[in-house]
């Protein structure tokens, strides 16, 4: 068994989050030693593991709850578990094309900054216009 912090440092999550995933159902409720200290076993100690891998590949809470739900069914066909990860790589892939986007701004204003004072600033100039982004005349 182990305790709340022996969890924390086995898995790398923090001990309020560990609290926090008891408390909105993710984990079941410790068992509790007589000095009422929360005390965890291996399948818990699993269970965390997998929702802070989980959570390293982006999973949204929900989607966690789904996952370890069809989880604790092993018969189950995994074609649930199949769809909630490719709705997972669709929001990865979109996320990519706002990065990918914002790093083509960011580029741009740097490559059009004149190098002179701030009132002549491109940076300044299109962060405080937001209609100068992605659509700026003056672009390269």
């Given at each position: 068994?182990?305790?709340?912090?022996k969890?924390?440092?086995?898995?790398?999550?923090?001990?309020p989050?560990?609290?926090?995933?008891?408390?909105?159902?993710?984990?079941?409720?410790?068992?509790?030693?007589e000095g009422n200290?929360?005390?965890?076993?291996?399948?818990?100690?699993?269970?965390?593991?997998?929702?802070?891998?989980?959570?390293?590949l982006?999973?949204?809470?929900?989607?966690?709850?789904e996952?370890?739900?069809?989880?604790?069914?092993?018969?189950?066909?995994?074609?649930e578990?199949d769809?909630?990860a490719?709705r997972q790589l669709?929001?990865?892939r979109?996320?990519?094309?706002r990065?990918?986007?914002?790093?083509?701004?960011?580029?741009?204003?740097?490559?059009?900054?004149?190098?002179?004072?701030?009132?002549?600033?491109?940076?300044?100039?299109?962060?405080?216009?937001h209609?100068?982004?992605l659509?700026?005349?003056?672009?390269a």
């Amino acid at each position: 068994m182990l305790t709340i912090g022996k969890l924390a440092t086995a898995t790398g999550v923090k001990v309020p989050t560990i609290r926090y995933y008891e408390q909105i159902g993710l984990l079941p409720e410790a068992e509790r030693s007589e000095g009422n200290q929360r005390l965890y076993g291996r399948a818990t100690r699993e269970r965390l593991s997998f929702i802070r891998h989980a959570r390293d590949l982006g999973f949204p809470l929900d989607a966690i709850r789904e996952l370890l739900s069809l989880a604790d069914d092993p018969d189950r066909p995994c074609a649930e578990a199949d769809i909630i990860a490719a709705r997972q790589l669709a929001a990865v892939r979109e996320r990519i094309a706002r990065l990918e986007a914002l790093r083509t701004e960011l580029e741009r204003m740097v490559a059009q900054c004149a190098h002179g004072t701030i009132s002549d600033c491109r940076v300044i100039e299109v962060l405080g216009n937001h209609d100068l982004c992605l659509h700026d005349d003056h672009a390269a």
